[in-house]
């Protein structure tokens, strides 16, 4: 009896040289992040479906120079192309720290450059008033609302990624010196900091988790339309969710969770925050990330320097 070519499943893609599939594996186990998994997963799958669909060199350096010729000729942008040039890269780290491909073939792949990516991305920032209005777009009655304006708080307040906020629980929201914070976060690439939570921020997650009855575990759950809550957790397409709806209500084209990250860095950068304290606040590796984060640009008509006073003979 024929089955039916709807029960037909059709599998990701697979290598006709073993040290791809076990390179893949190995990558993704060594990747901390979930959105780095998915990020280099779908690069990494989408090189193995080009590699297999015609006759081609084995695995080396030639073979990724026409990858990256094929990529450029798709006109892709630079970001994304250079993206999945590094996930090609790493799966020849990976195979020749198997033993699966010559330390000698896996150095060439890796010296393949990226595109020239011209100039930077520029980010989208909220103004002051733009930030209230987002918030104040959220109706605070219901379980829903209430929930909603302590999403957006902890993400214009705290400056949290959409993965932070979705795995923040109760036990990490303590007293440290007096003031709110949420203690040891595990962030981007398992960097782990101590984020100062507002007084206006703490109040919101107390509004919710009152009225949810959540004295542990996430913090976030997910809400029926009937308005039970259920479930342990929410996805991060519920924060993608309600950004979008909450920066319609507030007639904000173009908004991304991420930009409210963008927002809170400036805002603190404008309000007299020190670059070195923001960068603690965010988490980031280097202070460079934080210059792009807040789009700092040389002030002339009130320079820095002019502040400097040395009294001495003339």
């Known amino acids: 009896m024929n089955k039916k070519k709807s029960d037909r499943r059709v599998p990701e893609p697979a290598s006709r040289v073993p040290e791809l599939e076990h390179a893949k594996n190995a990558v993704l186990n060594s990747l901390d992040s979930l959105q780095s998994r998915r ?27 026409q990858y990256r010729t094929f990529l450029e000729k798709k006109v892709l942008a630079a970001a994304i192309i250079n993206v999945r040039l590094a996930a090609v890269r790493r799966l020849a780290y990976e195979a020749a720290d198997a033993g699966l491909l010559s330390p000698d073939v896996a150095a060439g792949i890796r010296r393949v450059r990226g595109v020239r990516q011209i100039g930077h991305r520029v980010g989208n920032w909220l103004s002051i008033e733009q930030g ?37 629980t109760c036990e990490r929201i303590q007293r440290r010196e007096g003031h709110w914070a949420i203690v040891d976060l595990v962030g981007k690439a398992g960097h782990v900091r101590t984020v100062p939570v507002p007084a206006w921020v703490k109040d919101r997650i107390d509004a919710w988790t009152t009225a ?34 909450c920066a319609q209500r507030a007639g904000i084209e173009k908004l991304a969770p991420h930009d409210l990250r963008r927002s809170c860095a400036r805002w603190c950068h404008a309000s007299g925050g020190e670059l070195e304290q923001i960068q603690f606040l965010l988490g ?14 040389q002030n002339l008509t009130q320079p820095v320097n002019d502040r400097i006073t040395l009294a001495g003979r003339t």
Not at 133 to 155: E, I
Not at 221 to 232: L, P
Not at 284 to 294: C, F, N
């Open 284 to 297: 980031h590796a280097s202070v460079l990330t934080t210059e792009r984060y807040i789009g700092c640009k």
């Open 39 to 65: 990020s280099y997963k779908h690069a990494m799958n989408e090189f193995v479906k080009w590699y297999c669909s015609a006759a081609r060199l084995a695995f080396n350096r030639t073979v990724v120079l």
């Open 212 to 245: 949810a009855r959540i004295d542990g575990g996430a913090v976030f759950r997910s809400i029926r339309k009937n308005g039970v809550i259920w479930g342990d957790g929410v996805t991060q397409n519920v924060i993608w969710y309600v950004v979008r709806k």
């Open 132 to 168: 209230h209005t987002l918030l104040y777009a959220v109706s605070p009655k219901g379980l829903r609302g209430k929930r909603d304006a302590a999403m957006l708080s902890l993400l214009l307040g705290c400056g949290l990624r959409r993965s932070e906020a979705i795995g923040l």
